[in-house]
């Protein structure tokens, strides 16, 4: 279907991107296309047929994308500004589109489908990493999406993709990888958004993978957090408010002495599942 150019959308309805929602436009469409076939390339599929979120679709770049892709995408965006190209899209593609007027952190996305639901999205720069850590920080495990596609600025996308000992090794790492594989799936300059935003972006992919067993997201997100908060002190430090961390560390042969970074996430699992 043939769909007029997002700069054409974009002029016609007067928007402009918001800093305070923190909106950058992503207007080029082979890039929106490629990052709309990463769950066909990565896991777990093709969109075709499937169910979607997608959070801060603006004008509809990516949406039409993935509209494209054959998916059924519901769209939460609290900028009304932006609604009428959104209505614009659902016209194009009958049936395939839900636009809902709110804001993603105070919805419970898994009420909006009946069954499995991918994730994708040019997350808004102020709630990004918020979302994320919602996403990945569900106490049941496997979730209800089956991937997230999710653009970022690339220093957080770093740091979700981060391997232990090194400066971006951190919480959001962990979060990210104890029972889930992310990767960094495409790098995107700055030139391909309008405005540009000061630094560069990547999108990373994220598929669930199992848990492993009695670990409890709680218990690990209080020692990563403890851990982390202080990274530049030793464990002995850091972890003197976690109830049983020392003794769990002496139990498990981990040095006091060593700083936060350079444990690996299999110790920071065997950590949590000591006192879990």
Known sequence: MSLPPLREVIARHGLSASKALGQNFLLDEQLLDRIAALPAKLGPGPLDGQDVLEIGPGPGGLTRALLRAGA???????????????????????????????????????????????????????????????????????????????????????????????????????????????????KVHRSAFTPPPKVMSAVVHVTPAAAPEGVSMRVLARVTEAAFGQRRKMLRQSLKGVPGALEALDALGIDPSRRAETLTIAEFCAVAHALS
């Open 72 to 186: 059924r995408v519901t769209a939460i965006e609290m900028d009304r500004r932006c609604l009428p190209a959104l209505a614009e899209l659902d016209e194009a593609f009958p049936g395939q589109l839900t636009v809902i007027e709110g804001d993603a952190m105070a919805i419970d996305h898994d009420s909006l489908f009946e069954g499995p639901y991918a994730v994708a999205a040019n997350l808004p720069y102020n709630v990004g990493t918020a979302l994320f850590v919602r996403w990945m920080g569900a106490e049941s495990w496997p979730p209800r999406w089956t991937s997230l596609t999710l653009m970022f600025q690339q220093e957080v996308a770093q740091r979700i993709v981060a391997a232990p000992d090194t400066g971006a090794f951190g919480r959001l790492a962990v979060l990210g990888q104890w029972r889930a594989e992310a990767r960094i799936a495409m």
